[in-house]
């Protein structure tokens, strides 16, 4: 059985598409339909179902896949044990994002990355909607959110400290909250499905239920709204931390803390196995935030 035969397959099933998953490979439509019709002699079996436009797995393809991946993982595996690839991480990484964070603080220190690891090619989706790591053919996902359970393995990259904002201006149109409840009568945006806020204070912890102006899946939406004085809204530290230096937002409620264990995820699919590519993406990335990443630092040093 060939390997290139099953990494071309590898990809088919997460493009539907032999020519991209071709060109991904550096490989002509010509071979790569070859490749896919070597390894279906060799099994005996069809994998695919070929159209004009898409190809899909057969019954027998879905039950191969999940067996070509441990293949292709333990072959990689066993080149890095033996020092092969180790020193030079290649190939294609695709990673997954959050697209604030994404734009903010991945993106400036990409340039660094590609000098240090010249062998590997990017292919970046950033999204504020949850992609699935594994049907999307993601080698990492980079969440920021409270981690759940889940089957694959986690690295925390950096904290991300959220805090209660609003404008100057729509605190002089509608007064400052001086205490969670005081929230009720507030106009409030929302991320997603975000209403209850849960605060730790001097009297305890205090659980509000807010009411939304603006409801929102992205991050920067909820920023901006904020900035324009539309309502109060929780950001991460990481996405205002320029505007509260510069008073174009105010954190209130300081004598309260927001209860939550959010943070700066990288998740990808397996440690035991994993791809010298992926090792140096999240150390670089890991080394990048270590100790106080900028966001932190600027937010500690903040006036009013």
Known sequence: MNIDHLKLFVRLASTNNISVAGRELELSPAVSSAYISKLEACLGVRLVHRTTRKVSLTEEGDAFLPYAEDVLASVEAAYSSVGVGASSPRGILRLT?????GRMHL?????GFLAEYPDVKLDFRFSDSIVDLIEGGFDIAIRNAELKDSSLIARKLATDLRVICASPAYIEKYGEPTSPKDLKDHLCIHLSQLDQWVFDGPNGRESVKTQSVLRTDSGDVVRDACLDGIGIAINSTWSVFEHLQKGELVEILCDYSLVSDTAIWALYPSSRQLAPKVRAFI??????????????????NKTR
Request: hydrophobic fraction near 45%.
């Open 97 to 101: 994002a959050p697209a604030s964070f």
């Open 107 to 111: 993106m400036p220190a990409l340039k």
């Open 283 to 300: 150390d670089y990335y890991a080394a990048r935030f270590a100790d106080t990443p900028c966001w932190a630092v600027e937010h500690s």
